[in-house]
C-alpha cells in the first residue's frame, strides 16, 4: 500500500507531468502544451471523489490557465520560484496537513515539495534524482498518462473503485477529459 494517510488534495508540475516537457512556441510568441485527456478523466474522477486539485508551475502559459478551467482545478500558480512557499499557503486556507496531500513533479525545482508532502510521484522520464525522491515512479511518462496512472492508484487505495466509476458514470452529465 503506498497511500498511508488519506489524500485530500493533488498538486501537479505541468511541464514534464500534465505535458511531456516539450515546448511550442509559435513565431507568433504563443505557447501550445499538449494535454492528455485521459489525465483529465482521472482529475475529473478524483474531484467527484472529493479530492482537491491545484497546480503550482515555474513556467507562466495561457494554455495552462486554460486547461485548468476546464478541468476545474481550484488552485492555480504559474510562474513559481518557490513552489515550498506556495503549498504552504494552500495548506494554509484548506486547513489540511502535508501528509493528505499528493505532488507529481519531475525535475530539480519539484524536490522540496517532493520531500515535503505526504506521497509523491514522478513520470517514468523524470530526471533519476527526482525517481530516488519519490514513493512511486509510474510506468507512464509525462504527458502520457502518468497523472491518470497515480490517480487511479490512490483511488483504488481510498475508495471502492468500481462503485466510484459506477456512481461517477451514472451521476455525472458533463464528463469532463
Known amino acids: ?7 485530500r488534495l493533488v498538486i501537479l508540475d505541468v511541464d514534464g507531468v500534465l505535458t511531456d516537457g ?13 494535454f492528455n485527456v485521459k489525465d ?10 472529493g479530492i482537491k486539485f491545484g ?3 515555474g513556467r507562466k502559459s495561457n494554455s495552462v ?18 513552489k515550498l512557499e506556495i503549498l504552504d499557503s494552500i495548506i494554509k486556507k484548506l486547513n489540511i496537513n502535508k501528509r493528505e496531500i499528493c505532488y507529481m513533479g519531475d ?7 517532493i520531500r515535503e508532502v505526504g506521497i509523491s510521484f514522478a513520470p ?16 507512464a511518462t509525462g504527458g502520457n498518462g502518468a497523472v491518470r496512472e497515480m490517480i487511479d492508484i490512490i483511488l483504488k487505495e481510498q475508495f471502492n473503485y468500481d462503485k466510484l466509476i459506477d456512481d461517477y458514470l451514472l451521476k455525472k452529465y458533463n464528463i469532463i477529459q
Open 107 to 113: 525535475d530539480l525545482n519539484d524536490l522540496p515539495i
Open 55 to 57: 497546480i503550482i508551475t
Open 1 to 7: 500500500m503506498i497511500v498511508k494517510e488519506k489524500i
Open 65 to 82: 490557465t486554460i486547461r485548468a478551467r476546464e478541468l476545474g482545478i481550484e488552485y492555480l500558480f504559474q510562474g513559481v520560484d518557490n
Open 22 to 34: 516539450k515546448l511550442l512556441i509559435g513565431s507568433d510568441g504563443n505557447e501550445y502544451k499538449n
Open 124 to 139: 517514468n522520464d523524470a530526471i533519476d534524482l527526482v525517481k530516488k525522491s519519490v514513493n512511486k515512479v509510474t510506468s
Open 40 to 49: 483529465g478523466m482521472g482529475i475529473s474522477i478524483a474531484k467527484y471523489a
